[in-house]
């Protein structure tokens, strides 16, 4: 059996970080995926330098039966990649076994949602007794009923709210604007925030911003994002969670609820349909769910 010698790997991997800058994450990551890769080659008598297409192609099929996931074999292909062409370079090899080997296919990641049911324990979870409850209530229903960017939600000002009408003039990506609609709910909510909370929070500082910290500036994002955190405890919701997770619902629960993928692409201000057309397959999951749940032959 061949001996494991890594000095190779070491050396691509050093050259790689004096071509690229390469970080430390990601030369651990090359070095234990070409590793792996090496001794899998020893166990069937196979030397690293000198492995052919086919072994690699044997390789990439052991990934799949052993249940790799694409985004990793997908590293590992771009790591030999590097390596063999290393190898070429230094005249170490005559042929590149990678080079007629496709890349898998990378599906879309699904985005994280929530149901209708964790979405209602959320808005109920901030603490009404309090300006700062008053004000995220607010928020978070602005933000579900209106899809923003949690960017767009701290950033909105005053004069881009028109409540009588019941549309917020939202500047989105590329300074692009929109009429995003609100919803009774969110009016309602925002109507009363504007009457108590908001001049409380600000305590008498000017500010056109409608979301203000406890210091009477315009909230970050990271900040809200915290709040939504700790609302997300406290209603008792255990997933993961993004900074988009409200506005993958709004989007979801649109499409589940009937709504058109046109007019969910104006309200999300998604300049390409195709980047609305994911929200497509998560509603469908949910459907096929709901089907293989509750239909006598699901």
Known sequence: MPALDHSLIDQFLDALWLEKGLSDNSRSAYRSDLALYNG?????????ATAGREALLDH???RVDNAYKPRSTARFLSGARGFYRYLLREELIEADPTLLV?????????????SE?????????PDLGTALGERDRAMLEVLYACGLRVSEL?????????????????????????LVPMGEEAIAWLERYLRGAR????NE??????????????MTRQTFWHRIKHHAQVAGIDKSLSPHTLRHAFATHLL????????????LGHADLSTTQIYTHVAKARLQALHAAHHPRG
Not at 102 to 114: C, N, V
Not at 117 to 125: N, S
Not at 154 to 178: A, F, I, Y
């Open 40 to 48: 899998w080659l020893a166990e069937r008598n196979i030397e690293l």
């Open 60 to 62: 990439l099929a052991w």
């Open 102 to 114: 496709d890349m898998p296919r990378l599906g879309k990641p699904l985005p994280k949602s929530l």
């Open 117 to 125: 049911q964790d979405v209602e324990a959320l808005l109920l979870a």
């Open 154 to 178: 701290v950033g909105l000002r005053l004069d881009e709210m028109n409540l009588r009408q019941g549309v917020l003039r939202v500047t989105g990506k590329g300074n692009k604007e929109r």
């Open 199 to 202: 001049a409380e929070l600000l």
């Open 205 to 218: 500082r000017p500010s056109d911003v409608v979301f203000p910290s406890l210091r009477g500036e315009q």
């Open 256 to 267: 589940n609820h009937g709504a058109d993928l046109r007019s969910v692409q104006m309200l």
